[in-house]
T-cell receptor, first 116, second 115 residues
């Protein structure tokens, strides 16, 4: 079945460092891809999304490009801040016909800690 | 605009008991999905309600059931609780049926502990 694999954390960086969180997926068809962020004690917030191959999603300095040839959607940020400390989830929309279609399949999440 | 709210925030139950979790969808949203997030894992889709009817279901047993009300708020019911049901339960709402790019808006979750 469809699945998402993320790099395992935790990831600890110093402020202003470059961030990459790897995400690869297995899916039938051409799913939409998402990055969600979860701050401590809060629900999930959509960070960015891409709906077709070669699309680049971007928000708050974060970027990810939908790469069909490598089935990847890696999250990057050029200069992280302490306020970026959170858990990041890669997800895809379930393309399989049936009861779960259109809902999200998530990776296990990557915890990011940014030190001042 | 009020976001997605969930109640209670935390809940402790014992094995075999039943529990009801509640969700108020964001204004204008008629579709509610429920997810289970075990510790250290990503959320897993339980089911979805659209206009008061179950419209989709993930790989969860029938003891997980739900309701959606005319105001589009929703309940998740779990019968015969098991230890493995301990998790964060997330509710998400959106406008319209499952669309491949439609954004879902998540609530803060209910933390359920089963002893």
């Amino acid at each position: 079945g469809d699945s998402v694999t993320q790099m395992e954390g935790p990831v600890t960086l110093s402020e202003e460092a470059f961030l990459t969180i790897n995400c690869t997926y297995t899916a039938t068809g051409y799913p939409s891809l998402f990055w969600y962020v979860q701050y401590p004690g809060e629900g999930l917030q959509l960070l960015l999304k891409a709906t077709k191959a070669d699309d680049k999603g971007s928000n708050k300095g974060f970027e990810a490009t939908y790469r069909k040839e490598t089935t990847s959607f890696h999250l990057e940020k050029g200069s992280v801040q302490v306020s970026d400390s959170a858990v990041y989830f890669c997800a895809l929309s379930d393309m399989n016909y049936g009861g779960s279609q259109g809902n999200l399949i998530f990776g296990k999440g990557t915890k990011l800690s940014v030190k001042p | 605009e009020t976001g997605v709210t969930q109640s209670p925030t935390h809940l402790i139950k014992t094995r075999g008991q039943q529990v009801t979790l509640r969700c108020s969808s964001q204004s204008g949203h008629n579709t509610v999905s429920w997810y289970q997030q075990a510790l250290g894992q990503g959320p897993q889709f339980i089911f979805q309600y659209y206009r008061e009817e179950e419209n989709g279901r993930g790989n969860f047993p029938p003891r997980f059931s739900g309701l959606q009300f005319p105001n589009y708020s929703s309940e998740l019911n779990v019968n015969a609780l098991e230890l493995d049901d301990s998790a964060l339960y997330l509710c998400a709402s959106r406008e319209g049926l499952a669309g491949l790019g439609n954004e879902q808006f998540f609530g803060p979750g209910t933390r359920l502990t089963v002893l």
